[in-house]
Nanobody, 124 residues
Framework: QVQPAESGGGSVRAGGSLRVSCVFS????????MGWFRQAPGKEREFVAA????????YYTDSVRGRFTISRDNGKSTVFLQMNSLKPEDTAVYYC????WGTGTSSQGEYEYWGQGTQVTVSS
């Protein structure tokens, strides 16, 4: 079964950095726009960032713009989310998702494939 696989989560103090990765193999990776979403305890899952299939455009939710950077390596079928200046409110399970020829939308329903998530915990 084709499914994105996240890795790289962990625990960090506020102000620190983490990079999470997502491998989406077994597909034509370069045809997929990739997104990162997150779900904090007791809250709904929300959009974090997206990068179009060719890497030409990136999108961020306001709360992470300037702190997080999404990038991709099509040769390795991998998308990355570099998270700097982390805050306790960034604590969540981070999910990778794939949208075939997508536009970089924040709408979760447009993404066909989802990973199982990786935990990111930021302590104060």
């Amino acid at each position: 079964q084709v499914q994105p696989a996240e890795s790289g989560g962990g625990s960090v103090r506020a102000g620190g950095s983490l990079r999470v990765s997502c491998v989406f193999s077994g597909t034509t990776f370069r045809a997929y726009t990739m997104g990162w979403f997150r779900q904090a305890p007791g809250k709904e899952r929300e959009f974090v960032a997206a990068i179009t299939w060719n890497g030409g455009e990136t999108y961020y939710t306001d709360s992470v713009r300037g702190r997080f950077t999404i990038s991709r390596d099509n040769g390795k079928s991998t998308v990355f989310l570099q998270m700097n200046s982390l805050k306790p409110e960034d604590t969540a399970v981070y999910y990778c998702a794939a949208d075939f020829w997508g536009t970089g939308t924040s709408s979760q329903g447009e993404y066909e494939y989802w990973g199982q998530g990786t935990q990111v915990t930021v302590s104060s």
